[in-house]
């Protein structure tokens, strides 16, 4: 009998008349005729040598045992005749329907795995292409733009069928929306979360620097590297020549005082608080030419949202927390220059003023407060008791704030560009879209819209940051400490059209001097930073589909932040 050599499978031989342990063991070289002789009409397996007390009788092939896929029972018919001819037939036959069974079970197998793990090669029920009606799901948006921008895919399927399903979801979203406003925390309160903090950071600076500073006891020796425990320097190789060009300058620009060293210390004067994918490394770039701006040794430290709390990236879990002097450090360059006009002559006989002022640009500052959940205790139901801006409020109630912000339609394609790794497409962002929504949906049926734009867990899990761009419910929850005149809120699509003009906002807004034609060329004419890449630019546009949904999910947001601003620009009807 030929049977899969990957198989063992037992056969029930309580019933069967012939003998076949022996015959199966010298297959298939030799048939065993002495075996065909024993298994005659009068055979009886309690009487015959070989089988004599067996019940289940494993199959060899190749003098090897077959491994068990499945358990079969063969039962003979009593009144069947077998000889050499037809046993090797009928084994033919049955290896066949061995063949087909396992066949249909790796199938079964296939199927039921690629259906779990999302593989199976089967059409998705989302499906894309342009509208065919109701144009006006578009703000306005006809036919024909559509078209200018987009060409369906040669398969053919529509993503239309979705909009009706997912325009429920939305609905159910909005009509859970209330803008709250949140309790703010007393001081004593936020002294008791980050006491370390406090015992560093003094509540008042020099009176003679425009930007905050002060100094502080530096206790150590010429043999002792300050930067020696720094956590940005251990964790950044890319940061280790700044720190080295540091340790070589710093016992230069120590202060001696009656027998002791003091060390200038710094906190920026203004924050780029957000929003990322909105212009805020251009504008970084452009006002680091001013000659009277410094920022920080990194352009974004993330220290207030992630690295405070031991957040090195996101995905690595948390580490060591960065202490605030860490922070500090990345200022000192900045604190030298601002220590040199403090000592100059021409300081110390007219009592100048430094002029110089500090920024830092971490596009998260404005919305990630993802780590509360694991740090401060959870009895605001699912609210985060203590935001960013309580403790920069503390410490600076006089810090100013600069936002850039966009379209959050076009923000989200292309955070979606930038972040994603792999299998970018206009299609597999458009069901991104739809899981990020019905897990928001899912949220809001139970939450708070402040929790849910918080909760850490609903945050991780979208495939993409829709909260990101829910930018009126971070801009209310920062004007519960900040006054409005103290954040500059703008958009990316004047700045583009017009560099200049926004310049001169951010230049009026941080006080800063006038400049020469020459300096303000160069700030000005200077090509756009960080724009799309050209391997993300041949993606194209998102699908028209996409494109309403998102409108239809962000017109809320949108509308409050126009009210809170005063200028319907926020609304971003056409862009």
């Keep these: 009998m030929a049977v899969p050599g990957s198989l063992i499978q037992e056969f029930n031989s309580s019933n069967m008349r012939y003998c076949i342990n022996c015959c199966i063991h010298l297959l298939p070289n030799d048939l065993h005729r002495q075996c065909f002789r024993c ?21 060899y092939t190749d003098s090897k045992q077959m491994k068990l896929l499945a358990v079969l029972e063969v039962r003979t018919d009593h009144r069947e005749s077998w000889n050499g001819f037809s046993c ?110 406090f015992s560093v950071i003094p509540n008042k600076f020099l009176p003679n620097s425009k930007n905050p500073c002060w100094y502080e006891e530096y206790r150590g020796n010429t043999t002792t590297d300050p930067y020696a425990t720094n956590s940005y320097a251990l964790y950044s190789k890319r940061f ?33 608080i957000g929003q990322p994918k909105c212009g805020t490394t251009d504008l970084y770039d452009r006002l680091r030419l001013h000659p009277d701006v410094r920022f920080s040794a990194i352009k974004e430290p993330h220290w207030w949202t992630r690295k405070r709390f031991g957040i090195i990236r996101l995905r690595d879990g948390f580490h ?57 205790d959870n009895g605001t139901e699912g609210e985060p008791p203590f935001l960013i801006q309580d403790f920069i409020h503390a410490f600076q109630p006089n810090a100013k704030l600069i936002i850039m912000l966009r379209d959050p339609v076009e923000r989200l394609y292309s955070d979606y560009l930038y972040f994603a790794s792999a299998n970018k497409s206009a299609e597999d962002f458009h069901e991104k879209v739809a899981e990020s929504l019905q897990l928001f949906e899912n949220c809001m049926l139970d939450y708070s819209l402040r929790a849910c734009v918080y909760n850490n867990t609903l945050n991780n899990a979208m495939p993409v940051r829709l909260q990101v761009g829910l930018y009126v419910v971070y801009l209310l929850d920062w004007l519960t400490v900040f006054d409005k005149d103290q954040i500059l809120v703008l958009r990316l699509e004047d700045h583009a059209s017009n560099v200049k003009y926004t310049m001169h906002m951010v230049f009026q807004f941080l006080d800063l001097g006038p400049l020469s034609e020459k300096q303000e060329a160069l700030i000005t004419k200077s090509p756009a930073s960080n724009t799309r890449r050209p391997e993300d630019r041949s993606l194209g546009p998102m699908l028209p589909t996409t494109k309403a949904i998102l409108r239809d999910f962000y017109r809320p947001f949108n509308t409050k932040l126009a009210q809170v601003l005063f200028d319907d620009a926020f609304l971003w009807k056409r862009t």
């Design 39 to 59: 298994r005659g009409p009068n055979h009886n397996n309690q009487k015959c040598p070989v089988c004599k007390g067996e019940n289940k009788v494993p199959l």
């Design 88 to 197: 090797l037939r009928k084994g033919k036959l049955c290896s066949l329907i061995f063949g087909l069974i396992i066949m249909t079970l790796v199938m079964a197998s296939y199927i039921l795995t690629g259906a779990k793990h999302g593989l199976l090669l089967i059409p998705s029920p989302f499906h894309y292409g342009a509208f065919t009606s109701n144009p006006s799901l578009m703000d306005n948006e006809s036919l024909s733009d559509m078209k200018d921008h987009y060409q369906p895919s040669k398969m053919n399927i529509s993503y239309v069928k979705d909009y009706p399903s997912i325009k429920l979801i939305i609905n159910t979203i909005t009509s859970k929306i209330e803008f709250m406003t949140r309790q703010r925390p007393d001081l004593e309160e936020l002294r008791k979360q980050e006491p370390h903090m």
């Design 320 to 376: 060591d927390r960065y202490p605030v002097e860490d922070y500090l450090d990345l200022f000192d360059l900045a604190a030298h220059q601002i220590q040199g006009v403090l000592q100059s002559e021409a300081a110390k006989e007219r009592g100048k003023m430094n002029n110089i002022i500090i920024g830092e640009a971490s596009a998260s500052t404005m919305w990630d407060n993802n780590a509360w959940i694991f740090f401060y």
């Design 240 to 272: 280790r020549t700044i720190f080295d060009y540091l340790r070589k300058v710093f016992w230069n620009h120590l202060y001696h005082y009656k027998d002791k060293h003091y060390r200038l210390r710094c906190l920026p004067h203004f924050y780029i």
